[in-house]
């Protein structure tokens, strides 16, 4: 159906039209005869007959506050340290805890370390160039949070307290409620941070981590599966409405896991670069108001692009290395934007893991692609750099909108520029790039005890999982305990890209758009970059824990209108 | 049927540059995109069913909690849905709605939809008091539209009204929260979430505390679906 042309039952050609309206003024003009407000928005006209209209454009956004690149470090993150929680944590609620099903095989995993991070507005200087420190919501004040450490066969608890804003007295985007989720966490449903299980200050959560592999008590009794191992984590908001704006806003952190192949120490196990040579990068893209306080669009559905590029909390910083290996651990934190990544010399990037899962081996590749939500590890080698050589971390992958990428590769003089290495030292390097990382475990798609299909579509604006939307108290999928399904994602939802995420254990991509999948597909993974027009076959496990647990669209935009549903795991 | 006619001297105002409107308003108005700041509305006219004229701030927003959409009355594709499914929610949320939630539909095709159209609609469909049905100069609505992000990306999608954006927006004002749920969403959901914009007499120094993990929610009258 085609609607009426605009403005045709209107016949104002000659009238009410300002005069820097008429054709051929731009918004310069029009600024310059003070006929535009300051919104950024354009008053553009096509013909004479048609009324005004307000095209959104790219380059109408009122842009963030200039920032000179390269002028901050970049910040290692803090590391999250073991204190003694009062009151101890317990099997059931204890006082002062957010209500919450008991966790679930506590006396087997008892905690033996435990830390507290506290969610509160603070502030945060994400460069010095803004005019003020800008306004967060952040774990512990640090913008990422403390970063957590964690270590195979090492049960935690993180105490997850809200200190934020009361919602009487909280004004503006997001919402002073949380629901604290471990990214790919094999995680008990009463820790996963549910959507519907959100709490406001001064209610705390008591998470548990037993750090426990996948399979323990069901195929790979009693210590699970060495090669389901997991590696880089995250954990982050996932209130569900307000998921956006609230991680947006800070609610997010990182979280490494060892094991006795990935140790952390380039001594032993596979000798990947360890420690001051181990960083985790969380990239998220912002956009500030000329105050310096961060912006956030609660008016678009579609999803949101920044303008300013951070890395663990600084817009362009600068990191100066050894010339040696390196682990880089890439979050990318969304909410909206998708990256590729280059090394502006050329250099390659040794691809190890995929969503926090080491590869069967590693793969050496020209650019690194990350949607949201996924993290990529990789190892770069400075050790043939010259002193002084200043190295870009472009981001070359085009998107324009809440779509996700144009499908265009920028040049590399137009790529964005996120973060530049400087080679300033030597340092000794005892870390190696193994032939081999981790197997990948042995699967059985033909013992699947059901295929499920999910569509992910937009119909009239509106984001859908099989024409439904997400409803906390409806579950869509009932799989039993210890049991694995085959799950087919589609997407013809025409142009849109969706980086879908399913909880409790990662998948294995079996088929994509029928064909097999190659490279780095070729493992463990818990979100998938479901792309236009594109089918992908999943084999999934749902081992060990019972309960309610999500999935979603991580264009955190997205999945705050409801482009997310329940499935629960049962006996 | 003439919308000249029938908006008379109103629709001559509309007609002022929406440039000119905005910049006598004084703060800035958007963000980016031209989509609205929830700092700052602009105040649009509008006349509802009821044939009264309407500042879109001052007397549809300012100060309340709101529920808010687009739609016109000859939709035969998802409005049916959303209006069905709002009155479920004036069902659920009873006498709230007109005192603590008020409901405004506009429409997208103001020429076709005329006060009296949208009144003999209401009545139709049973719409209560606190639920107030909009048009307006189309420019104004345009502007209404894209200042709320009720707009696709795609130029052509965005042109064919048979594919308007089927959001409901719902948000209060003086707290610059705003949320926006499928109209085809399950109303008793919708009507939790509007209550999530109520400052609930009852509620507690944290604001509404914890949920029940295993909680169905409780609406007054309401079903849990
Ligand atoms: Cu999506």
Partial sequence: MVSKRKGESFRRSKKGLAPGAADGLGRRDLLKMGLLATGGYLVARKGTSSPLILVRRRDDFPPSPPTTPWAVALPMQQVAQNVALNPAPAEFPVQGEAPRAPHQKWSQFLPQKTYELVAAETTHVFHPDLPAPSTVWSFNGMIPGPLIKANYGEPIVVRFRNSLPTVAQHVGPGRPEISIHLHNGHTASESDGNPADFYATPFFKDNHYPNVLAGFASTHQPNGDPNEALSSLWYHDHRFDFTAPNVYKGLAGMYSLFDNLDTGNELTGLQLPSGAFDVPLFFADKLFQANGQVFFDTFNFDGLLGDKDTVNGKIQPYFNVARRKYRFRMLNGGPSRFYEFFLSNGLPFIHISNDGNLLPAPITKESLRISVAERIDAIVDFSNCSIGEEIILQNRLEQENGRGPTGHLLDPDEAREVLKFVVTSDADDFSEVPATLRTLPTINPNGAAATRTWRFERTNGQWAINGKFFNPNEIRATPKLNTSEIWILKNNSGGWSHPIHIHLEEFRVQKINNQDPQGTLVSRKDVIELGPNTEVKLFMQFRDWLGKYPMHCHNTVHEDHQMMLRWDVIP | ?225
């Fill in chain 2, 1 to 225: 049927m003439n919308f000249l006619a029938r908006f008379g001297a109103y629709a001559l105002s509309g007609c002022l540059p929406v440039a000119l409107v905005l910049s006598t308003d004084g703060p800035p108005r958007t963000g980016p995109g031209g989509h609205f700041s929830p700092a700052g509305f602009p105040n649009l006219l509008l006349r509802s069913h009821e044939g009264k004229e309407v500042r879109f701030y001052d007397d549809l927003l300012k100060g309340k909690v709101v529920v808010l959409h687009f739609f016109y009355t000859r939709c035969d594709g998802v409005c049916p849905q959303t209006v069905e499914n709002l009155l479920e929610v004036q069902r659920i949320l009873g006498e709230r709605v007109g005192r603590d939630v008020f409901l405004h539909s506009i429409s997208l095709k103001p020429d076709e939809d005329p006060p009296e159209r949208l009144a003999a609609y209401a009545k139709e469909v049973g719409a209560g008091p606190g639920w107030l049905f909009l048009t307006g100069e189309v420019d104004v609505v345009e502007r209404l539209r894209r200042g709320l992000g009720f707009v696709d990306p795609d130029p052509e999608v965005d042109k064919d009204k048979s594919q308007h954006v089927g959001m409901v927006l719902f948000g209060n004002e003086a707290r610059q929260s705003w949320v926006a749920c499928p109209g085809g969403s399950s109303p008793a959901l919708m009507a939790e979430q509007i209550l999530w914009m109520v400052p609930e007499p009852e509620e507690r120094a944290g604001g509404g505390g914890p949920t029940d993990p295993d909680r169905t929610p409780i609406l007054p009258g309401g079903k849990t679906k």
